[in-house]
């Protein structure tokens, strides 16, 4: 079993910066491939952000490219989300996901253990 847990959540104005983190444990050794998806108010989950390995794949979704950085730290089973310049249309509940593929994917379906999500809101 693998359980993912995301951490870092929170109220930022528009423009400010958050770090979420994604912490895995339990049979982390099967995780290949880490993610970031999104679910905004009315609409559907959609991807953010993914990684493999120690970060030398990685791809981003074309709204926040340029904006967001993901990360990993092996040693630590966590990832990271860094997102900057923050605009009210980030605001979403943010799932962490973990793959058994060696790809970063962009669908859901490429992802095996997903996390409870933490609310980003970006509001004056």
């Known amino acids: 079993q693998v359980q993912v847990l995301e951490s870092g959540g929170g109220l930022v104005q528009p423009g400010g910066s958050l770090r979420l983190s994604c912490a895995a444990s339990g049979r982390t050794f099967s995780i290949l491939s880490m993610a970031w998806f999104r679910r905004a108010p009315g609409k559907e989950r959609e991807f953010v952000s993914g990684i493999v390995g120690s970060g030398y794949i990685s791809n981003y979704a074309a709204s926040v490219k340029g904006r967001f950085s993901i990360s990993r730290d092996n040693a630590k089973n966590t990832v990271y989300l860094q997102m900057n310049s923050l605009k009210p249309e980030d605001t979403a509940v943010y799932y962490c996901?973990?793959?058994?593929?060696?790809?970063?994917?962009?669908?859901?379906?490429?992802?095996?253990?997903w996390g409870q999500g933490t609310q980003v809101t970006v509001s004056s």
């Open positions: 996901a973990g793959g058994r593929r060696a790809v970063p994917g962009s669908t859901e379906k490429e992802y095996d253990y």
